[in-house]
């Protein structure tokens, strides 16, 4: 069990940047979860937190050590792949085994923990099993097995859940955190999944384009996002963003509803304002045009349109069905509305 | 996957014919004649022949010398064998960590193979001629006393190391291949579980390229069994004193330039039961062994 502190973390592929410097750091036990889009770094900085790729600037530190030129054998760490990464050619035992019988363990040593990590993961049956024998949920069993009997440092997942059906992802993403909370082993989980980010991290570390854009609880990830681009991101269906500018008054515009910012605006400034879907009410200063109904059972998202031609989407309670064609106001609390500079996407305060 | 019928009987036939017909003509009919022949016994100016059922093979197996060619192509199929996968892994392993500016590598690996083997002979015959050879005058400049028209070992040396070089870049491709095939993560996997590039090499890596491995050792004990015959006959002409003489040479000196047709019928006859009990042997494996 240990720290992961990240300073100022960089990559480059030759001379190409993809991690514009990251810091934060990951208190012992805790569950951090990196999220983004495809294509944003989380695999190269977790991979670099593992030494499987070299750091091209600042510092990891794992517990006190700083790990930037130590081998991945010498961190400690242990990692679940997306694709599992099982040795194919060995039994599902010696899967777990072989981090092991490499650390020099005797057998009896060996046998106990790995029957302990077989019972807790309902393994048993498997063990003589060749992974290709097994089916897709037990190889990600098997796979944790391996990362727990090692009882690492630190446990680092790399999108290990996007290869199984959507019922067994709720599942496992449920024992994975039990586990974790049960082994209180410091853990960093790669996904682009925002529900599986938002359920499982006690930190939320949201990257876009390299940038760790905004590092907090879910809660504080959902209530304050930092940046344009983290509103836009978590939550669902995803916030409503509507453009305007400062009024002389310092109150901002909007298509039949006027805003008051809780901080003071220059007027003439740019600014987007953010909705979310669940904040939006029936009834008030926006007036929409129905164009599209679903109906999900617990509640229903209506898409609609103002009059100066935006869409909104307001998620109502499942009773509540207006017709598509319907003309229907509706208005949000004070304080549910997110203020963005237009131009550097940075967060403004609400109104 | 889905099947799909013809509508007659006849075409599918007709769709497999040339295959058949390049077998028959090609194997069966070749075969069958050895193995009529290696029955026979005909004098020397070829006038009378004799069915002499097996005495063909019994002579065969008394004559020393043909015991002689046994144990040589023992020495030369698993030396070259050994020599040309050995170096093939070690070239792969090395390629396909450094995979960037691999294409020109292995064009240049490539090359041995798209030489045949005569020429390959030749070529090695040029380096190591006793007299004029680049390699054999910085031999002799060294003090080694070379020369393989007399000395039987260096003879044997010389034929083993240009038949294994002509292999390697053959082997070398499926090494490669094979290790490609290897998923990246599996191999970090146990590098983040503490093995080092060694272990990880001989407890993930062999594993799983041990069917290319075996694969690739049959195909070259067949390789050294019957190609390697255009090296030795352009360079040592299966002597000195018959140290390089094989399986395959004896076939040929016995047969074409000796005469006696019945007895090289019955040592092809031998040679072909060999090669389809090693081939029938790697299937077996290889459908046994192969993970994923
Ligand atoms: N070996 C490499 N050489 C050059 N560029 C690379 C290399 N590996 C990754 N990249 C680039 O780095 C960026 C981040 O890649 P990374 O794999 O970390 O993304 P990711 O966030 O994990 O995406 P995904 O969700 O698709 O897995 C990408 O733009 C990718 O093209
Ligand atoms: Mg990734």
Avoid at chain 1, 26 to 47: H, M, N, Q, W, Y
Avoid at chain 1, 95 to 114: C, H, P, S
Wanted: with cysteine; aromatic share 10%; glycine share 8%.
């Amino acid at each position: 069990m240990a720290e992961v502190t990240l300073k100022d973390v960089r990559k480059d592929y030759a001379g190409n940047q993809v991690i514009h410097g990251v810091s934060c750091a990951i208190a012992d036990g805790e569950f951090a979860v990196i999220v983004g889009p495809s294509g944003c770094g989380k695999s190269t900085l977790l991979r670099m937190v593992a030494g499987l790729e070299e750091i091209s600037g600042g510092e990891i530190t794992i517990g006190d050590r700083v790990v930037n030129d130590l081998e991945p054998k010498d961190r400690d760490v242990a990692m679940v792949f997306q694709n599992y990464a099982l040795y194919p050619h060995m039994s599902v035992y010696d899967n777990m085994a072989y981090g092991l019988r490499i650390r020099g363990m005797t057998k009896a040593e060996i046998d106990v923990r790995v029957q302990k990590a077989a019972a807790t993961l309902e393994l048993g049956p498997f063990l003589d099993r060749q992974p290709r024998q097994l089916s897709g949920g037990q190889r990600q069993r098997v796979a944790m097995g391996r990362a727990i009997v090692r009882e690492p440092k630190a446990f680092l997942f790399d999108e290990p859940l996007s290869n199984l059906d959507a019922k067994l992802r709720v599942q496992m993403r449920v024992e994975i955190k039990k586990l974790q909370r049960a082994l209180d082993v410091t853990s960093i989980y790669v996904t682009h999944d925002q529900v599986e980010a938002m359920t499982m991290a006690d930190r939320l570390i949201v990257m876009n384009k390299g940038v760790a854009e905004h590092i907090g609880t879910p809660i504080d990830v959902y209530a304050e996002p930092a940046t344009l681009f983290v509103a836009g991101f978590i939550g669902s269906p995803a916030m409503n963003f509507l453009e305007t500018r400062v009024g002389s008054d310092g109150a901002l515009e909007l298509d039949g509803a006027r805003l008051t910012p809780k901080t003071r605006l220059d007027p003439g400034r740019a600014v987007t304002v953010g909705i979310r879907p669940e904040h939006l009410a029936p009834g008030g200063g926006l007036d929409i045009q129905v164009e599209l109904v679903e109906l999900l059972g617990a509640d229903t998202l209506v898409y609609g349109r103002l009059s100066d031609g935006n869409s909104l989407v307001i998620r109502l309670p499942g009773t509540q069905v207006p017709k598509s064609g319907d003309r229907m106001p509706v208005h949000a609390n004070a304080g549910a509305w997110h203020l963005f500079d237009t131009e550097t996407g940075k967060r403004l305060g609400t109104a | 996957m889905q099947k799909v019928g013809f509508k007659g009987r006849f075409f599918p036939y007709v769709l497999i014919a040339p295959q058949i017909l390049i077998t028959l003509v090609f194997f069966y009919w070749p075969a069958s004649q050895a193995v009529w022949q290696s029955f026979l016994i005909q004098d020397a100016f070829g006038t009378r022949v004799e069915f002499v059922w097996f005495e063909n093979y019994e002579t065969l197996f008394s004559d020393p010398l043909y015991f002689n060619a046994l144990v040589v192509t023992v020495v030369f199929s698993t030396t070259v064998a050994a020599l040309s996968l050995g170096f093939a892994l070690l070239l792969a392993v090395m390629a396909d960590r450094q995979i960037r500016g691999a294409r020109a590598y292995k064009t240049f690996l490539i090359w041995p193979y798209a030489v045949a083997p005569a020429v390959a002979g030749v070529l090695w015959l040029f380096m190591f001629q006793p007299s004029l050879g680049i390699v054999a005058q910085q031999l002799k400049r060294m003090g080694v006393d070379w020369n393989y028209l007399l000395d039987g070992r260096q003879a044997m040396t010389l034929v083993i190391l240009a038949s294994a070089w002509k292999q390697i870049s053959y082997n070398f491709l499926f090494f490669l291949a094979g290790l490609q095939s290897i998923p990246r993560s599996v191999i970090e996997a146990a590098a983040i579980d503490g093995a080092g590039p060694g272990r990880r090499f001989w407890t993930i890596v062999f594993p799983l390229l041990s069917p290319t491995a075996f694969f690739l050792l049959v195909v070259n004990i067949v390789y050294v069994f019957f190609d390697t015959f255009g090296i030795i006959d352009a360079v040592t002409l299966g002597g000195p004193a018959k140290a390089t003489e094989t399986l395959v040479y004896k076939v040929y000196s016995d047969g074409r330039l000796g005469g006696d047709l019945g007895g090289s019928a019955a040592q092809s006859v031998i040679l072909m039961a060999i090669v389809i009990t090693l081939t029938a042997v790697q299937f077996k494996y290889v459908e046994r062994k192969v993970h994923y």
